[in-house]
Structures are given as structure tokens and as C-alpha cells.
């Protein structure tokens, strides 16, 4: 998360404050939070974290406790307390292992969840068996706050409620490794931001999908989970996907308490709202669903017992995207959904031809285009789910235009067509390098021309069976490739057309592939790639859309 951020995210929570006190006075002065305590809390291992306890008062109540376990400082805290004094609870906040106050060694999430080291689950024990704690515990935060949240939650049956924010649902995936390849922007700028540059050797050691990434895995351990929760995420946000599967493992596998219990809210945002994303500017609705004000409902009701309604209503809140420029357009709009996906699709796959066309069935002839990928002159990134360079849905026309890009597009929709769902592409592939990556891109093309990036993805070569082991294809053998774009609810409008780019970088949101068969690059040991896509009846590559029928 960054500062910037932090502080938005931070200031628009004081403004539930408001609205809960019904008053437009300064929120500082009419709510003042309480005096911290700092506790050095000792955890299992005898490491002792810097915990704040925030009371609304000291004369012996017990009240409800929310928790929130930060990476960026807990001097944050009182600013926090004042919200949630409002609410009748009070405030814990810690400093994780080796940050800022803590002592130990920061691993960057290695000792939040159900390992060895379980810190969140012994703070909340901690918490419980204080006198000023009624039994009731949830926990709050966005981005590296709701990653701590997600990994301790099936480490401990202590918390009644969770509002996590912006968290992807494991690492492997989502936050170091994306199809194989490094997320090199992102794993590697915010780790050296947060001064534990030693990570990024763990991380760029563990290339597989093996033990030490199932080890923050949340997914697998959703069983564990007794939480009830709130996910909140945005189409172009870094941990888009993870907010979806922790709501969808949670509420269909989840333990007793989490299963049947969790909601999800997913809006036309990056790793936080803005109108103008990309090269689009949202419709003013964009904000209609105020997610702050829900989360607030939502620990209410679990650590209160307020009867506020929140467990009635759908449990899925999404925003449907559009063409942003015609009024009439379909989408643009906030639905409700009973679960995710919010209904059923039809697969429906459009067909990449030879001369840059998508068509509705394969080809008879077989088709093939080739293209030259030199790692020193990666294709760069243009927007997409980023977090420390532009993120959201940027025209890629300047970049379609390269050598190494391949183009493809349908012919002009002469009706809308709502995508709502999980999108992958297949593509059979070869190359004459000991190994390489493939990349994608979904794109809605306007009317205009512009070439508006919906979803992109990568996929390396070697892990064409799996990511628990590397497989390196035969030089020149042809190779089917599943490459997953995440998610998506958008309806492309009549007279757009359908797109899809394919080359085989997208620097540096991806780290480049040297094409040498080695995991990272070496700028004295690189080459050339000569990439083929095949086309056709017998190798039917394709973009598979979920589309909603008729």
C-alpha cells in the first residue's frame, strides 16, 4: 500500500466516524481518541511485538476489540482509535515482527499466519483473556493489513469478524510469482521499500509453487477458517483475483462460522478509488457502494450484535463496466448477487486466425505467426493491476503496433455482449529458445480505434504442466498453453470489438525472460526468441469468455 493511499484510506474510514455521530463537527475534537497503552506483547517464541491498546474508557468495561496488525507503523493508531471508539470498541494495534517498534526479523508475512510462528493468532489469544476484551474480536485493514488478516484467520478460532481489504489470497500467484514468472514491479519495488531487500533472495530462490509458498496459502486452508468476513477489491487491483477466491473458498468450504458468512465487494477501482483510471474516467456511481460504511456495519453486526440487516442482504456487491463514453451504453452500473459468479455463462470462445482476425469458430487452414522477443528490448507496460506504476485500463495502441506484439480482434459487435466471470486464453505455441514467456492482453476496442486493456496475464513456458515443477518444452516442439487473465464483469458495447494481444513481455510489471532457461536475467547472457503462435483447426488457440446468455 502506499503512503499516499494509506492516508486516503485512512481519512475516508474518519469520515464513517461522521456518519455515525450524525455531526459535521471536527471529528478530532468530538471524538478525541483515548491515551495508548504500548504493551511489548511476547509471542511463542519470546519475541516481543509493540502492541497500542486503545480504550473508549478505563473504568473497568469490557468491550469488543478490533485488531489491526501493520507493516506501515502503529503510530497510525490514533487516528483509527477515534473511529472506532464511535463504534462502542476498542482499538489494538501492532507493529508486525520486526517493524518499526517490534523486535525479530521481518519476513514479510512468514510469521502472520498457521506456521511455527503464528503472531497473529497470539495476539489475539492475548487479547481475549484481557478483562477489558468481551470475547469479541475482529480485525480491520487494507492491502498488507488485510494480508495479515487473511494468513492468521485459519490459524485461530478467536476473531468473530474480519473487514479485509485489497489482500490477495496467497503469495504464490498473486503477489511474488504471476504464471510462473516474477512480478518484478511489484514483488521487488515494495519489498525494498519496506528496507527487507534479504526477501527478495527467498523469493527469487523459491521459482515453483512448493512448500514454502503453500505456506501462505489461504486458499487450501479454508477449512481452518471460522471467520466471517467482508472482501473488498476493485477489477484493477493488484489482488483482484484474491479478494474473489478468498471470498469463494471461505464461503463454500469455510469452517464452521465462515462458511455461508462472508461477503464480497468488488467495484471499478485499482488498489484504491479514483474517477479518472487509465485513459477512462469512471461514471460518477463509481463510489455508490460505500465501502466503509459497510465495513463498519458489518463488524457491528458480528461484534455488537447490532441488528443492522447486513446478513439479509445480497452477498455480493459488483460493478458492472462499460463503454464510458456513451451514455446509453450498457454496464457502468453497481449489481447484487447471491454468490460469485453472480450467474451462469456460456464459454464462449473466439478464435485467433492467421492476419489478425478473432472469429467464432477455428479456422480450417492451420495458420502461424512469428515474432522475434528480445529481452533487451522488452515490451513495456502499460497499465493493468499495478501498484507502484500506473495501474488500470490504459489505450495500448502505441505498444500493439511493435514487431513483437500480435494483434487480434473480432469484427464490430452488432449487439452487446456482457462478459461476467473468469477469462482465459489457450494458445499453442513453440519457440526456438531454451525457454520463454507468453503474454496477453484483453482488450475492448472503441469505436475509435483505442485498444482499452481490460485484463492481462503471462505464463512461462516451463510450467506449461504446472507451477510445482519446471518442464522446459523442446525447442521448435508446439506446446499448449492456459493462460489465466482473472477476472472481469464488462459490457463491451455494440460496435466495439472483441481484442486480444499476445507477445512475450510486459516490463516491468513482468520480470523479462532471457530466454537462456534461467529463472532471472543476466544482461551479459541474454537472447533472441523466435516465438510462434499456430491457428487453426488442429491448434485451436482461442480467448475463452464467460458470456452471459441470453
Known sequence: MTKRFRWAFFAALLMVAVLLTA????????MRPPVAETVMLPMRDGTKLATDVFLPVKDGTAFPVVLVRTVYNKSQGAMMAAVFKAMGMALVVQDTRGRF???????????DGWGDRRDGADTAAWIKKQPWC?????TWGGSALGITQVQMAPATKDVAAQAIVVASSKLYGQTSYQGGVFMKSLAETWVTAQKSVWMLDVWRANTTDNDYWQGFNAEAQAPNITAPAVHIGGWFDIFQQGTINNFTTRQHQGGEGAKGNQKLIIGPWAHGPKQDLGDLKLRDNYLAVDT?????????????????GIMSEAAVNYYTLGDVFDDNAPGNEWRTA???PPFATNAVSYYLVQGGTLAAAPP?????????????????????????IPAGPFDQRELSIRPDVLRFATAPLTAPTEVTGNVHVVLYVSTDAPDTDFTVKFVDVYPDGSEILMLDSIRRLKFHNGYEKAEPAPPGGITKLDIDLWSISLVINKGHRIGVQVSS??????????????DFPLENSLRVANNTVYMGKDYPSAIILPVRAE
Open 101 to 111: 517498534a517490534s523486535e525479530g526479523k521481518d519476513m514479510v508475512f512468514a510469521d
Open 364 to 388: 480450417e487452414n492451420q495458420g502461424t505467426a512469428t515474432y522475434a522477443y528480445d529481452p533487451k528490448d522488452p515490451c513495456p507496460t502499460k497499465g493493468g493491476q499495478n501498484l507502484t
Open 23 to 30: 455531526t459535521v463537527v471536527t471529528v478530532w475534537f468530538v
Open 505 to 518: 513481455s510486459n516490463y516491468p510489471r513482468f520480470e523479462k525472460n532471457p530466454n537462456t532457461g534461467d
Open 134 to 138: 468481551n470475547g469479541k474480536i475482529g
Open 338 to 340: 447471491n454468490d460469485w
Open 292 to 308: 466503509n460504511l459497510y465495513s463498519a456495519r458489518f463488524l457491528k453486526y458480528w461484534l455488537t450484535g447490532e441488528q443492522n
